[in-house]
């Protein structure tokens, strides 16, 4: 398997502009996790979906950031209009079960470091 | 309020000698503990998960102990490599809680030739 596959691995924008990352989950896998990691703050939970349907957004900052799973097999994780302060690693994860189960294996993808000036 | 801290913050350690790093939480009701690496610019990976009535469980060269009453745990690194260079990072599960995750900051382990 060729594990969570996230792009791009870097953004460099300047702000105001959208942001679009993107995640492709590991085959079979129903649950989702978009994470956030700074230096500051660590690894934060921003949005987890189960079987395509958001679950639980209470980490998502502010309006400004919206995320979306159309598919089994994809999701985006959108900002607009971007800030300097967003300026992070943005990691998406995936696992296996329905609402994972207390022992359910995380996968993250490699990342997208995002920069915004 | 639940929390993961980890000490040292930092260590530095020759290659080929042994390490302990450790995790204390005040998570309750506690669920599961994980530990995982993260090589620089990389993705946490999973080396173990540890359940309220596991002790001791190893994977390969890493040894992970949990203590439940005390809250607890430990990563035990055996005879470290280059490649043992990364960041650790305790992570905790409440019951009821399944895919809340609580992250510790981490420690940053790098091994010297």
């Known amino acids: 398997d060729a594990g969570v596959i996230q792009s791009p691995r870097h953004e460099v924008t300047e702000m105001g502009q959208e942001v679009t990352l993107r995640c492709k989950p590991i085959s079979g896998h129903n649950s989702l996790f978009w994470y956030r990691q700074t230096m500051m703050r660590g690894l934060e939970l921003l949005i987890y979906f189960n079987n395509n349907v958001p679950i639980d957004d209470s980490g998502m900052p502010e309006d400004r950031f919206s995320a979306k799973m159309p598919n089994a097999s994809f999701s985006t994780l959108k900002i607009q209009p971007s800030e300097p302060r967003d300026s992070a690693v943005y990691f998406c994860?995936?696992?296996?079960?329905?609402?994972?189960?207390?022992?359910?294996?995380?996968?993250f993808g490699e990342g997208s470091r995002l920069t915004v000036l | 309020k639940n929390q993961v801290e980890q000490s040292p913050q930092s260590l530095i350690i020759l290659e080929g000698k042994n390490c302990t790093l450790q995790?204390?939480?005040?998570?309750?009701?506690?669920?599961?503990l994980r530990w995982y690496k993260q090589d620089t610019g990389r993705g946490p990976v999973s080396l173990t998960i540890?359940?309220?009535s596991e002790n001791t469980k190893s994977n390969g060269r890493y040894t992970a102990t949990l203590d439940a009453d005390t809250k607890q745990s430990s990563l035990h690194i055996t005879a470290s490599q280059l490649s043992d260079s990364a960041s650790y990072i305790c992570?905790?599960?409440?019951?009821?809680?399944?895919?809340?995750?609580?992250w510790g900051a981490g420690t940053k382990l790098i091994i010297k030739p």
């Open positions: 995790c204390n939480y005040t998570v309750s009701p506690f669920s599961n």
């Open positions: 992570v905790v599960s409440a019951l009821g809680s399944n895919y809340q995750l609580i």
């Open positions: 540890m359940t309220f």
């Open positions: 994860a995936s696992s296996t079960g329905g609402i994972p189960t207390n022992t359910g294996e995380l996968f």
